[in-house]
């Protein structure tokens, strides 16, 4: 047998890059010419600025639903997927399960940003479509922790799973409220998503992580640095849905321990924002359920910190993120439980910075 010239595959493998840039690129545009006919529908997000509750930024309307690109090119590409690329499909059942819920909870939040429905109905929708990717079976079935090896989760895996799934779309959802955040943050996830799904030989989360970017890279530009149209709950519960289940798929990476928490660290700027707000409101006895301007981003932006400035800072930390998960790949079994915790230090420092902005502007104190 004649080994094949090592050149040869570089070549080869070259090659199947290029093919799936240019794959991206299309979808990138069919993404981009959703958007702008979206801009041109003109379904409006309207602020109310005499409502004590208001948590919009902006101050003219402004059109909504530009999601439905991200979610059109995502979709375009996961059937491509599906029809011609078997190696690089989930089972049959996750697979049918993950078209199914993220176009469920896709649709139902496009019928929300029409509509404004309450929270719970929201909320409804949201469990409905984790439950559904769950009885496929795509859940945290196992937990492979250094030194002890795989645990098995059973059911306990399963309520997790659609904890997790819930919390990450409404996280998403809670932090789209400037110009370019939502979208920036999950854009830098997806991306290093792609390269570490690359390495770890995670074909599913490859694939699905340059679709989800894709779209993300022709809704962006009309999003940021001045937004001509928002993505909606469309676009931002359907990004944190999608992220959270490919979570759980990078969760099945074999050669990784602790695999599971390499989106949540992808994610951490908008997690903690997330759970530090909503902690904080319980403990003030303030309902967590409804509408506010008290979250951390929130609070820098109104203390006078420019919008583009306060994306770029989670840009950032979801940078800083990416970076965490591959010196967490590649480090020693001792380090892997230690390596999350070391983004907690620039979240900290981020809350300080942002208590002293609040305080010397007063706006609001913690």
């Not at 990138?28 to 003109?42: Q, Y």
């Not at 496009?110 to 479509?129: E, H, T, Y």
């Not at 892997?336 to 706006?363: C, E, H, M, S």
């Amino acid at each position: 047998m004649v080994r094949p010239d090592s050149g040869a595959v570089l070549r080869m493998t070259a090659i199947a890059v290029l093919r799936h840039l240019a794959f991206g690129v299309c979808l990138a545009l069919l993404s981009a010419g959703i958007v702008r006919a979206m801009i041109a529908v003109g379904v409006m997000d309207t602020p109310d600025a005499g409502n004590p509750r208001q948590r919009k930024a902006h101050e003219q309307a402004i059109p909504k639903g530009g999601g439905v690109g991200i979610v059109a090119a995502f979709l375009v590409g996961i059937y491509v997927l599906y029809r011609y690329a078997n190696f690089a499909r989930l089972a049959e059942p996750y697979f049918g399960g993950l078209i199914e819920a993220s176009a469920a909870i896709a649709l139902v939040a496009f019928l929300d940003d029409l509509r404004d429905w309450p929270f719970m109905v929201k909320l409804v929708a949201q469990i409905l479509a984790a439950l559904a990717a769950v009885g496929t079976g795509l859940y945290v079935s196992e937990f492979r922790v250094p030194y002890v090896g795989p645990l098995q989760a059973g059911w306990f895996g399963a309520v997790v799973t659609v904890g997790w799934i819930v919390f990450t779309t409404n996280a998403m959802n809670f932090i789209d409220g400037l110009d370019g955040l939502a979208a920036g943050v999950a854009l830098v996830a997806s991306l290093f998503l792609t390269v570490i799904a690359a390495e770890q030989g995670g074909s599913f989360v490859y694939f699905a992580s340059l679709l989800l970017a894709a779209g993300l890279i022709g809704f962006l530009p009309f999003n940021f640095p001045r937004a001509r149209i928002f993505m909606g709950d469309v676009g931002s519960q359907f990004c944190g849905f999608v992220l959270a289940v490919l979570g759980i798929a990078a969760s099945r990476f074999e050669a990784v321990e602790l695999s599971f928490l390499i989106v949540p660290m992808l994610l951490n700027g908008v997690l903690f924002d997330v759970a530090f707000t909503l902690v904080r409101r319980a403990l003030q006895g303030q309902a967590v359920t409804q509408g506010h301007r008290g979250h951390i981003y929130q609070v820098a932006h109104r203390s006078g910190m420019p919008a583009p400035s306060v994306a770029m800072t989670h840009w950032g930390f979801a940078a800083l993120g990416g970076l965490a998960c591959l010196w967490f790949i590649a480090s020693s079994p001792g380090w892997k439980a230690v390596i999350p915790f070391t983004l907690l230090g620039p979240q900290l420092a981020w809350v300080i910075y942002v208590r002293g902005r609040a305080a010397a502007a007063g706006v609001e104190r913690w």
